[in-house]
């Protein structure tokens, strides 16, 4: 089936440090979304993307939707403790019916 | 808003035993719901898609009569694991869209230990 590329798979940062994160499609996507999970917890939604070039911020994070709706980026600035935990990012298009087609995920760990 | 709760949040039962998983959307109608399986430090695996009033529509490899859903109402799907056993102990999730909308809401999730 579909899979988006997510990378990088891991990162270990220094508390303060930016982040940034990617995930790449072969095909094209209408919507982005970009989840974080806690461990033992189901994923919270961070940020939606509906447009192609769409740029859209959320406290620290930002996250664009590709130009060529094939790719999308998350940062997330001055990086502390509690952003510690799994990145999703997922793609949605009603040519994949209404599922989401999921990253394989970035681990971010912080230290302070 | 979009908020998506799960019940139990952990379950252990005996083997050959049968678990229901309930998941509710508490301030939307979601005409669709999903429940994926996670496995230890891996990304999320959807197993079906339940549809309020008609039957889920599952995925390849995963059995129906083995994980049955029903969509009974616009604001709550369940999962019965039926006749458990150790290789089905996972962390199950669910999501809900508000209807209308393409992004998924996740309830907290089930972790489910057959012993």
């Known amino acids: 089936g579909q899979q988006l590329n997510q990378s990088p798979q891991s990162m270990f940062i220094q508390e303060g440090e930016d982040v940034s994160m990617n995930c790449t499609s072969s095909?094209?996507?209408?919507?982005w979304l970009w989840y974080k999970q806690d461990p033992g917890e189901g994923p919270v939604l961070l940020i939606a993307?509906?447009?192609?070039?769409e740029l859209t911020s959320n406290g620290r994070l930002t996250a664009q939707f590709g130009i060529t709706r094939k790719d999308s980026f998350l940062n997330i600035s001055a990086s502390i403790p509690s952003d510690v935990g799994i990145y999703f990012c997922a793609g949605f298009d009603m040519e994949y019916g209404n599922k989401l087609v999921f990253g394989a995920g970035t681990i971010l760990r912080v230290k302070s | 808003g979009a908020v998506v709760s799960q019940h139990p949040s952990r379950v252990i039962c005996k083997s050959g035993t049968s678990v229901k998983i309930e998941c509710r959307s508490l301030?939307?109608?979601?005409?669709?719901m999903f429940w994926y399986r996670q496995f230890p430090k891996q990304s999320l695996m959807l197993m079906a898609t339940?549809?309020?009033?008609?039957?889920?529509?599952?995925e390849q490899g995963v059995e129906k009569d083995k994980f049955l859903i029903n969509h009974a109402s616009l604001t709550l799907s369940t999962l019965t694991v039926t006749s458990a056993h150790p290789e089905d102990s996972s962390f199950y999730i669910c999501s809900a869209n508000p209807t209308g909308r393409y992004e998924q809401y996740f309830g907290p999730g089930t972790r489910l230990t057959v012993t």
């Open positions: 301030d939307f109608q979601a005409t669709t």
């Open positions: 993307l509906y447009k192609a070039g």
């Open positions: 339940s549809n309020e009033g008609s039957k889920a529509t599952y």
């Open positions: 095909s094209i996507f209408n919507t």
